[in-house]
């Protein structure tokens, strides 16, 4: 069964940069697929950024050229480089997986505080 630890969450003032990291165990990590998501009180879960077993990245409009998602499956761990931070960015993030092939098992990790305030 996978399981996902994510860490690097904070308070950090707007303009300031995190990077968050989910470390996964029990999983072909190599072959997952690795996303973020984030959510705020009151609101859905939203992807933020995803990248694939072959390196393949995407992410939402509004993190474009201020957030980075990279993967070392040499550690099992997959990264979100945070830089230019806006207040809008606070949120719980989560880590999600799922295999790319059957039987495509998926997890959620238990989430990361991220606050930006002045």
């Known amino acids: 069964q996978v399981q996902l630890v994510e860490s690097g969450g904070g308070l950090v003032q707007p303009g300031g940069s995190l990077r968050l990291s989910c470390a996964a165990s029990g999983s072909i990590f190599s072959r997952s697929l690795v996303a973020w998501y984030r959510q705020s009180p009151g609101k859905t879960r939203d992807l933020v950024a995803s990248i694939t077993g072959g390196g393949n990245t995407n992410y939402v409009d509004s993190v474009k050229g201020r957030f980075t998602i990279s993967r070392d499956n040499a550690k099992n761990t997959v990264y979100l480089q945070m830089n230019s931070l806006k207040l809008e960015d606070t949120a719980v993030y989560f880590c999600?997986?799922?295999?790319?092939?059957?039987?495509?098992?998926?997890?959620w990790g238990q989430g990361t505080q991220v606050t930006v305030s002045s």
């Open positions: 999600y997986t799922r295999l790319e092939y059957w039987p495509y098992d998926a997890a």
